[in-house]
């Protein structure tokens, strides 16, 4: 295609696209994430401008084509949106359910976007709400204020997200029509305000990089620990703070019906280092310990 920029990537190893990726699509109908003609498709903004990416795999690596202002700067960091850029040979998890779901899995990957503020602006959207209630917020929102993405992707009906001082500039009744209440608008727009800052932390060590993520108000470890998992590449990172999690940690390791974090985190311990891949892998092995009550309603922020 013309204006197509391409590279072939060596993962170094077993990489299965499927499940690496699955970390940057966010619900069946993401507008910025597409899955076409044997390869997966994302529409992205880079510091150099909106970019559309296809991944396919070619033999043992990855054909990775792009489009768009942010072309170059796509391809240049495709290594670690696929998670070629991850080791999880270092990976050798003790005798039991982790040890086989990494052996059935060897393609899992951890990502490294090197896009912090692109996997904020989901994290928020997805605080303390349910999966389809995120997701269709966050849709709504790519779909109202993004942009088509360049190239193919334009046809494909794919959004880049929108540019972090736009959403710094919205006030925080703009988001009610997306499902999304004052407490998660003011997260976002304080995020994009400050989004500059939040990618420093792409230089930093763990411990710094989450301190620098937790920094702004309605920024806790639960969405730096997601992020970190997507664009720092961080193996360890823990989402504590999750409702399901800690239960479903329990259940899977050692036959708990409920846990708190402290309980999930000393379970987690044997796979110090890979905490994060370790979660990663219990939950490609759809273990869910038993839930009680009714489901959380849904709620019309909209209607407000």
């Known amino acids: 295609m013309a204006g197509t920029l391409d590279r072939l990537i060596d993962p170094r190893g077993p990489l299965d696209l499927r499940i690496t990726l699955r970390v940057h699509r966010h619900g069946p109908y993401d507008p910025a994430f597409a899955r076409r003609d044997g390869g997966w498709w994302r529409a992205s903004r880079t510091p150099d401008g909106p970019a559309t990416t296809r991944f ?53 990957r951890i ?35 993004g942009e088509p993405a360049p190239g193919p992707g334009r046809d494909l009906g794919l959004r880049v997200p929108p540019d972090p001082p736009e959403l710094s500039r919205r006030r925080y009744f703009e988001f009610h029509r997306f499902g999304i209440e004052r407490r998660r608008a003011t997260a976002i727009r304080t995020a994009a305000a400050y989004a500059g800052r939040l990618e420093d932390a792409l230089a ?53 019906l409920r846990a708190t974090d402290e309980r999930m985190l000393e379970l987690l311990e044997p796979f110090a280092g890979h905490r994060g891949r370790a979660v990663r892998l219990l939950a490609l092995s759809g273990a869910h310990a038993p839930r009680f009550g009714p489901r959380a309603p849904l709620r019309s922020i909209r209607s407000l």
């Open 56 to 108: 396919s795999p070619e033999g043992d690596r990855v054909r990775v084509a792009a489009w768009g202002p942010g072309a170059a700067w796509a391809l240049a960091h495709a290594d670690g949106v696929v998670g070629a850029t991850d080791d999880p040979a270092s990976f050798d998890p003790p005798r039991g359910l982790v040890r086989d779901l990494h052996r059935r899995h060897p393609g899992l």
């Open 111 to 145: 990502p490294r976007s090197g896009a912090v503020f692109e996997a904020m602006l989901p994290t928020i959207v997805e605080q303390k709400v349910t999966s389809t209630e995120a997701h269709a917020s966050y849709r709504r929102l790519l779909l109202a204020w």
């Open 204 to 256: 930093m060590d763990s411990a710094a990089a989450k301190g620098r993520l937790c920094a702004l108000p309605g920024l806790g470890p639960w969405t730096a620990a997601e992020v970190a998992l997507v664009a720092l590449g961080d193996a360890d990172a823990v989402p504590v703070g999750d409702y399901h999690l800690p239960h479903t940690v329990a259940w899977a390791l050692a036959g708990e």
